[in-house]
């Protein structure tokens, strides 16, 4: 008798086939109900949770099988694929998911998400080029990439799915494409030895998932889109390139300490700096769990001015939640966390307490700042959101440049911690002066804002 796992595979391939087989995915009949708010808290913070530890996960494989030296070249090529990844997603997903009224059909979309993915994989290219990697660091690149590209991709169509109020479906297919991600590079890494073997096998499961799971899915259990219009896919690109933009730029901030530590310091600092990271994106992790499911929520609250206050003590609410997570995750890695860090990695870490506290705290700030930015975003204000990113980039590049190089691995943490104050503080002053500005309302619906019609 087949098992319940191979029960569920068999259905979901019958479906697929079937849909495949009548012509369209698109108009067949939904099978799984929308609304169920339970389900998608449960499954998003699943979905999400495992999306989130994939990098750590694989990242103590690569430590446990293969060293820290080439630990810190994945790591390396995981920073730069999630860089390409945010450019594949050009910050279209908070956009997407706030157009309540579906102003913009999911058809441009959809097409909007294949040309950043392609010019992702350009850059990505290039960038090995441009850095001259030789063959084998050229190969397990572009594996990461193709993979952190895939996941740019398949976030169009989660995001169809949240639109279409099964959240929990969206975080259905991002831990599953996550599960077998972990599953295939360990696998391939224990048998060959071979870091680029297991990840370009990571490339091409995460290939394999998009395809036979996340496209169909979206299309079988959301209505049929409009046909795609130029001017709502270069919309797109106008209205969400300061999203793009900001976003793009605060990774970069957060990867600048990285990228300096690569033209100063062997490889296996890489690997000490994402180790001490992880505990400090937990918290990030934590607070998206919190309101990343009510952003469509918090859009419908905004759009009525009575109940405005709501949206304040929300925002202060969740505030609150980032204080005392981090708070909480000091002590734990005062108490246990360094020795659980030390097990996990076969590295001794106490000597870097102190640096764990201080990556803890710019957690913190990372976790604030990023919720901020959702926020302002929901107000469709994000065109000024890129000037204090702007400013921060500039100083992180002269802060990790030279504190780096006097202080190593130590300068690295400080220049993060530092860079991600000083933007906390520029992105309030200016939520300060947005909610001061009075709303105009035009014909564009890219300018309005997605509760109009």
């Keep these: 008798m087949p098992s319940p796992l191979a029960r569920l595979v068999n259905r979901w391939w019958n479906r697929l086939i079937g849909a495949i087989y009548e012509g369209s995915l698109s108009e067949q009949e939904a099978e799984y109900e929308s609304g169920s708010t339970g389900r998608d808290y449960i499954w998003n913070t699943v979905g999400t949770s495992i999306w989130g530890m994939v990098f750590p996960l694989l990242t103590i494989v690569c430590t446990q099988l293969v060293g820290a030296e080439q630990a810190g070249m994945f790591s390396m090529a995981f920073v730069a694929g999630t860089l390409l990844m945010i450019l594949s997603n050009f910050g279209v997903r908070t956009f997407q998911v706030s157009d309540i009224d579906e102003a913009i059909s999911f058809s441009s979309y959809q097409l909007n998400r294949w040309l950043t993915s392609l010019l992702a994989l350009l850059v990505g290219i290039a ?150 990271f992880f505990p400090a994106q937990a918290i990030l992790l934590a607070v998206g769990f919190v309101y990343k499911p009510q952003l469509l929520r918090l859009a419908n609250i905004w759009s009525n001015p009575r109940r405005r206050r709501r949206f304040d003590l929300i925002m202060l609410a969740v505030l609150a939640v980032v204080v005392v997570l981090t708070l909480a995750v000091i002590a734990f890695m005062g108490w246990i966390g360094i020795g659980i860090v030390s097990f996990m990695y076969g590295i001794d870490f106490t000597k870097y307490r102190m640096l764990a506290f201080l990556m803890v705290a710019a957690g913190g700030l990372t976790a604030a700042i990023d919720f901020l930015y959702q926020i302002i975003t929901v107000l469709r204000h994000q065109d000024l959101a890129t000037k204090p990113y702007l400013i921060s980039f500039g100083a992180v590049i002269v802060l990790s440049i030279v504190l780096v190089r006097i202080f190593g691995l130590l300068g690295a943490v400080l220049s993060y911690l530092l860079v991600m104050a000083l933007l906390l503080v520029l992105l309030t002053l200016q939520y300060v002066r947005i909610r001061g500005i009075i709303s105009r309302t035009t014909g564009d619906p890219f300018a309005r804002g997605p509760h109009y019609k």
């Design 127 to 276: 960038y090995c080029m441009l850095r001259g990697y030789d063959a084998a660091m050229f190969t397990l690149s572009m594996g990461i990439y193709v993979y952190k590209i895939v996941d740019g991709m398949a976030d169009v169509y989660e995001g169809r799915l949240q639109q279409a109020d099964k959240l929990y479906l969206a975080g259905m297919s991002q831990a599953l494409r996550s599960v077998a991600v972990v599953a295939v590079f360990s696998v391939m890494l224990f048998i060959t030895r071979s870091l680029p073997v297991a990840c370009v096998a990571t490339g091409v499961v995460a290939v394999l998932s998009l395809v036979f799971m996340t496209f169909p899915l979206s299309l079988l259990e959301t209505e049929k889109s409009g046909p795609w219009r130029m001017r709502e896919v270069g919309g797109l690109f106008r209205q969400c390139f300061p999203l793009f933009s900001t976003l793009f730029l605060f990774n970069l901030i957060e990867s600048c300490p990285k990228f300096a530590m690569e033209s100063m310091m062997g490889y296996d600092a890489q690997l000490y700096f994402s180790a001490l």
